[in-house]
């Protein structure tokens, strides 16, 4: 077929095909920069809400952990706190007897002889029972402990005092037994725990 149209109409018509080409490229890359645009926003909305998520997750991780490593501290603290208490209620009552011995037989009558010292339940008082040449010799230790010049006890109650006869005694030198419980006085320096003060104060 023989296209006699003028030079300058087929010319025109070239350029309104590639125009049209244009046009439909245009239309396309367009389409496809606004897919994009929602695609990386749809994506950044969602990075946005793991970083919220991770974020919330750790924060969460972190106080659990405090948490629990507070109450493993606390538990500690208690425990520790728990043995030194007793540790004190331990010490408080431990009674130096080479101390104490010492000061009994200091003031001990010469005619009297300790045979036994125990400690009373509340473990405060002690009990001692001796023998003695008479029931006066009795009556003096039990004077003698009560005596506050001494500082050992506050109180010294005669519990009792039997003296043998006859065929019954054993030692006729100290023929008479006495029982006597002994209140020891406060802050008193027997006890190991006010021995150590004592000596850290000294």
Known sequence: MI?????ELKQNYRYARKNRHLLHWSAAFFVAIIG????????????????YNYKHSISDAKN???????????????????????????????????????????ITPSNVILTNLSITQNESAIDITAQTSNYNAATQLQVNLEDPSNQIFSKADI?????????EIVNP???????????????NPFLFINSSNSKVNS
């Open 36 to 51: 994009v645009a929602i695609i990386s926003g749809f994506g950044i909305l969602l990075m946005n809400k793991s970083i």
């Open 159 to 167: 519990v009792s005092i039997s003296c043998a006869t006859g065929t």
């Open 173 to 187: 030198d100290y023929p008479c037994t006495a029982s006597i419980r002994a209140l020891f006085v406060n802050n």
């Open 64 to 106: 659990t952990l405090l948490s629990e490593n507070s109450n493993g501290i606390d538990n500690q603290v208690s425990g520790i706190s728990d043995n030194l208490k007793l540790m004190v209620q331990v010490l408080s009552k431990e009674i130096l007897f080479s101390n104490l011995l010492t000061r009994l037989g200091n």
């Open 3 to 7: 296209n006699l149209l003028p030079p």
